[in-house]
């Protein structure tokens, strides 16, 4: 395919505290190991957009200290932006903060809310308890089905909508909310999660499923080649040994 | 009552740490916090009327430390220090307590003390250093400090309890450099006027907003990460102009590096015992700290020509005749120091990394990706091996594979014998990146095989 992917990451300089970078690096790297390009344009707080131009949306992770810097510039118009983006169908991978932004709102504990931008109907409130560590879920149908394992730290916990479905399943650790099970959410093209770890490099059947996503957009028989992962499938073996130390014998 | 709870906080204190060394360990922490379950104010008692140097900040402690240290030893001064990385409250309240007489009265005139940047903010209650140096703040084990200004905010905490110390700090540091903001301290600063990247270079940055307004800030130059020439377009914060400041890096090679210093007004040519650039910072720090304490200018290069760091600092081993050194990495402005140094080296090298996710490791490893590994592909041929060890190791590896490094020259070894075998076998230099728990592992392993003194001696 002599095609280029056009690859948009959202405030690079607001989001990226948790090796958001390797998502970008993975997604580059799988694609070029096929031959296929990757445009990566990054949007900072204060740079102009192109979602209609992008085939594929990232948003990292961030910290508390530029959250204000990232409200003000959603709002200046970047908000009815990514929603319009997301309502055509598409294809958004967003991480921890930046996945909470594309809900509803986030409450802090103790009470004060912080209004995000309403794309997907689901809302996250802040507990005193961090949810952290090493963790892994299996995607459902729709997500490729793959096992995903990561790192989690949020203190947020996020509640899905009626009818909103989340990205997997929870096999070790607590995913949304430690509540109910899910972890992330899955609407129209848009995968969200709070695993970070970063989530594609040891994870190659979701980052593959996701490029595929993306690429078949605009080329809906496009199949991505398989790739040698060993490496990568060491690594994410390793991880969920160490978080289902009995995962081999029930064949997960 | 006081002075009775002072007594047997310290008794206890010199008893545990007896039979723990009885016992053949190196523990330091438990006998401070038998001392302090006590006395909790016992520091306060046995620091009075010590001289004390303190050093804080996420990079550079150790060796800012031993650097200021050398000074000490050079002029036979009466004095201790935390040498063990035994620098939380309950280790730096042990190493008092042991030089103190039972009655709680200081045995030494002198103290050169390494404290945890957290930990800043409960010593400081108790302990008033004559100098506080304060080298940087960095992204540093996010999953334990949170967001980098809550270590920020507990370093001013923690300054804000001992108004009278001399603060050192670093000019380059947006973030130790608006200190003064907050606090009445007197202050000197430190620095590089030295442009070793551009000041639109892409680099890592772990501050990129300015601190007071938040606006993203422009620089003359960088020196390395947040480092350098920073000033705030919109709010006009900026780099203070530094008394001790490092003019010119006149030459750096594998062993040491050498600088032109202005020492407040006064010229001085360094010689620093140690390569890569965050040692030029530290000795810049230590420099500044040693001329405010009142060392003469000869003291202060004779120190910093001839520390010795050890303990994973640039640390070197003889393995078996190939030169080996071991640089701790905690986060990636560290590492991407290390890779930038390796990467300059002109002769072949074996590379190894040891990645643990233990708590003293910090339990998230996704700063790896941060750190830019891509600089080792930049060798080439030069990087004739790599060997990937510790608990994270095939994440690791993986790390590598995207960051260019050819898989057939990569290799997991989780075997520390085998791995220490491999290492002894290597015809070229060996340089070993382990993380903390991974270094003490490698550190005991390494000992076994080649000999050498406990790390708590």
């Known amino acids: 395919m002599s095609t280029t992917l056009r690859i948009c990451h959202l405030y690079p300089d607001l989001l990226n505290l948790y090796g958001d970078r390797g998502n970008i690096l993975c997604m580059k790297q799988r694609l070029a190991w096929r031959g296929i390009d990757a445009e990566i344009t990054e949007v900072p707080a204060g740079a102009k957009a192109d979602f209609a131009n992008a085939d594929l949306i990232f948003i990292g992770g961030g910290q508390d200290f530029e959250q204000e810097v990232l409200l003000s510039d959603l709002k200046s118009g970047k908000d009815k932006e990514l929603k319009a983006a997301i309502q055509d169908g598409k294809t958004v991978l967003a991480i921890c903060g930046g996945y909470q932004m594309l809900g509803n709102y986030y409450e802090t504990w103790d009470g004060v809310r912080c209004d995000f931008i309403e794309a997907i109907d689901f809302y996250t409130v802040g507990s005193r308890e961090r949810m952290i560590g090493n963790f892994a879920f299996r995607c459902g149908e729709h997500s490729g089905g793959s096992v995903v394992v990561g790192f989690e730290n949020h203190s947020g916990k996020t509640y899905l909508g009626s009818g909103v479905e989340p990205l997997g399943r929870i096999l070790a650790g607590s995913g949304n909310n430690g509540e109910d099970g899910g972890e992330g959410v899955r609407y129209r093209n848009v995968f969200g999660s709070y695993s970070h770890g970063p989530i594609l490099p040891k994870n190659p059947s979701f980052c593959d499923f996701l490029l595929q996503t993306a690429i078949q957009t605009r080329h809906p028989d496009f199949c991505l080649e398989p790739l040698d992962d060993r490496f990568e499938l060491a690594a994410h073996d390793a991880v969920l040994r160490s978080v289902l130390p009995d995962s081999e014998k029930s064949g997960i | ?457």
């Open chain 2, 1 to 457: 009552m006081h002075f009775i709870r002072v007594f047997l906080a310290v008794l206890s204190c010199k008893l545990s740490r007896w039979a723990i060394r009885l016992l053949g360990r190196g523990g330091t922490a438990f006998p401070g916090r038998v001392a302090l379950k006590i006395c909790p104010d016992v520091l306060g008692v046995v620091s009075r009327n010590v001289r004390t140097i303190l050093i804080t900040g996420t990079n550079g402690k150790t060796t800012t430390s031993r650097m200021v240290e050398q000074a000490f030893i050079d002029t036979k001064k009466s004095y201790f220090s935390n040498k063990s990385g035994a620098n939380l409250i309950s280790g730096i309240t042990a190493e008092f307590c042991m030089n103190a007489t039972l009655t709680g009265k200081a045995k030494k005139e002198f103290a050169v003390i390494e404290c945890d940047e957290a930990a800043s903010k409960t010593v400081l209650k108790y302990l008033k250093p004559e100098v506080i140096v304060a080298t940087n703040v960095f992204r540093d084990q996010l999953d334990r400090y949170g967001e980098i200004t809550h270590t920020l905010n507990n370093i001013i905490e923690g300054i804000s309890h001992s108004p009278e110390s001399l603060l050192c700090l670093n000019a380059d540091c947006s973030l130790i450099a608006s200190i003064p903001s907050h606090v009445k301290n007197p202050t000197v600063f430190f620095g590089l006027n030295v442009p070793l990247e551009r000041g639109d270079a892409k680099v890592l940055s772990d501050a990129p907003h300015c601190i007071h307004c938040k606006t993203e800030y422009e620089y003359d130059y960088r020196t390395y990460g947040h480092l350098g020439g920073f000033r705030c377009p919109k709010c006009g914060y900026s780099r203070p102009t530094p008394q001790y400041a490092v003019t010119e890096i006149t030459a750096q090679d594998v062993d040491s590096s050498s600088v032109n210093m202005d020492l407040n007004g006064r010229d001085l040519f360094l010689h620093i015992n140690l390569p890569a650039v965050y040692n030029i910072y530290n000795a810049a720090g230590a420099a500044a700290a040693l001329d405010a304490f009142g060392f003469q200018r000869a003291e202060i290069a004779g120190a910093l020509a001839s520390f010795d760091c050890g303990f994973g600092r640039m640390e070197k081993f003889d393995l078996e005749g190939t030169p080996g050194r071991m640089m701790l990495v905690k986060n990636p402005a560290g590492c991407n120091q290390v890779m930038r140094y390796l990467a300059a080296l002109p002769d072949a090298a074996m590379f190894v990394v040891c990645l643990n996710d233990k708590d003293a490791d910090g339990t998230d490893i996704s700063w790896i990706w941060d750190a830019d590994f891509e600089r080792l592909s930049t060798m080439g041929d030069r990087l004739t091996r790599v060997l990937v060890s510790g608990v994270r190791a095939e994440d690791m590896a993986l790390r590598l594979k995207y960051a260019g490094v050819p898989a057939d020259r990569m290799e997991i070894i989780h075997d520390y014998p085998t791995l220490v075998e491999r290492m002894c076998q290597s015809e070229d230099r060996v340089f070993i990146m382990p993380t903390y728990t991974a270094m003490l592992d490698l550190r005991s392993t390494l000992q076994k095989r080649l000999g050498g003194k406990e790390f708590w001696e």
